[in-house]
């Protein structure tokens, strides 16, 4: 089942891998489209020729379906995307001694393609992009004879604002949905390891988190409790005769009858393997008789399809002793009694120290 489950989340991992590039395509849409409005505008002021026009409008319209189409049509779509990635930066380059250096979209273009591959959260990918930054820029200034013109007209700062606030806004928007889905998963996952997967009780490790609290409140405010242990009568059997997917319907329908008779306030749990501990908030007479009411409705328990099929299970309680500071005492106390009612016979309840035992 874990190896199963692992699986399942390893196929989930790589088709989100897959499909980085159908994600990220409307991001790179909107983000090339605003990044050229400014680079456009430069042009115009500085009466640039076709060829850089050409080219910008290439980068900013053309390039993000081309890039869509490279990664949907590889092999490795994945991988296709961060060389997609590669070449936004190293266009971007390209751009900034096209507008010969104008200095806010510039920043701007240079913050963006950075914030970009950092948000992807693919490792080294951002540090990497800047080296295709600084190669192309480097290539593209010596092309174009290190023109330098720094200054920012009110038009070029206008055209600038909406790469600044909307992909920004666009881009944070993605972020928190990402971060959302996570807190969805990350509950699931916390309800997973609350929850024992086959009985729907809680796992061990939750079960032993409650029933510390409660055993804290029984010293604090004396506040009655009783830790019932309960194993199921050759259970090793039933699983040889019947196999293991019959067992596991008698560990379920043994958890249902223990989560029926639980008092408000409990805490159940499953053990491992074919033992439960219920910690109930009574002592140990009202305790008992929730155990014989767990008893005797494993006793009844019948199984579509094997009408001769019966289980029992043995039961053994044991209030805390002023001597339990942790845990381990109490469910000592509990195994003890346990193990006198299994060797009296099995399907009894046994109470710690009182060696007294209800017979079926």
Known sequence: MEQGSSTVARAGSNARLDSLHRRTHRLRTLGMALGVLPVLVVLDEI????????????CGLAWPQLAYLHAQCSRDPFAAELRNFMVDSAMVGTLIPLMQFNLLPSVALLAVTTADKLNFGVRDLWWRSLIGVAICLGLTATLTGFAVRPASSMAVVLATLPIMVIHTLAVSLSSYRLIRRVQRQNLQLDELNRQDTLTGL????HWQEQVAALLHRHHSQQQA??????????????NDRHGHAVGDDVLRGIAGVIRDAMPQGSHAGRLGGDEFALAV????????????GIRNGVDALAFAGLPALRCSVSIGLAEPQPADADLRGWMEAADHALY?????????????????????
């Open 202 to 205: 809680g796992s061990r490790k």
């Open 281 to 292: 908030p009574v002592a140990a007479d009202a305790a008992r008789q929730v155990a014989e």
């Open 340 to 360: 006198r009612a299994k060797s009296a016979g099995r399907n009894r309840v046994s109470i710690h120290a009182q060696a007294t035992f209800a017979q079926p």
């Open 47 to 58: 009466d640039a020729g076709w060829m850089p026009w050409a080219w910008v409008l290439f």
């Open 225 to 238: 409790a009783t830790l019932l242990l309960v194993d199921v009568d050759h259970f090793k059997s039933i």
